[in-house]
């Protein structure tokens, strides 16, 4: 398969299914459900995961399309910048949903602490994934970038 096809295909999991289960985590939360809760945190690490594969398959993308007509070399490191970030924050939520998950470290207190941490960074990796996804659209859909609505 064509890398740009497969990044194109890939890099939507981790940007939808983050957000999505991170929005089951914080539903759940609110009606204190912890079986919801687990659910959510364990769909968090499987999409979280797949930040990985979109990562590797945008190095590819990139070789293939960076010399195209059209294609700006600023837009694809604006993209590679917010998905470096996003990385780093999904692979740090990603730890603490999983130690949250196994219970780990079993004290009570260190235990909200853990999950406090996990929402405040799988917060922050949601927002910079869609960042990451919105910079990526703008490489090959410039009107992307105009923040005015037409009418």
């Known amino acids: 398969m064509d890398p740009v096809l497969m990044h194109l295909v890939i890099n939507h999991v981790p940007i939808?299914?983050?957000?999505?289960?991170?929005?089951?985590?914080?539903?759940?939360?609110?009606?204190?459900?912890?079986?919801?809760?687990?659910?959510?945190?364990?769909?968090?690490?499987?999409?979280?995961?797949?930040?990985y594969p979109a990562n590797f398959t945008g190095e590819e993308a990139e070789e293939k399309i960076e010399h195209n007509a059209g294609i700006s070399e600023d837009q694809i490191h604006e993209h590679e910048e917010a998905a470096e970030t996003s990385m780093t924050l999904m692979s740090i939520a990603v730890v603490l949903a999983l130690l949250h998950l196994f219970n780990r470290p079993s004290t009570t207190s260190f235990q909200r602490l853990?999950?406090?941490?996990?929402?405040?960074?799988?917060?922050?990796?949601?927002?910079?994934?869609?960042?990451?996804?919105?910079e990526g659209g703008k490489i090959m859909r410039p009107e992307l970038g105009n923040s005015r609505i037409s009418e």
């Open 114 to 134: 853990v999950f406090a941490a996990y929402l405040v960074t799988a917060l922050a990796a949601c927002t910079f994934v869609g960042i990451a996804g919105h």
């Open 16 to 51: 939808i299914g983050t957000i999505l289960a991170l929005g089951i985590v914080i539903v759940a939360m609110l009606i204190k459900n912890d079986t919801v809760k687990k659910t959510g945190l364990i769909l968090f690490v499987a999409a979280g995961i797949t930040i």
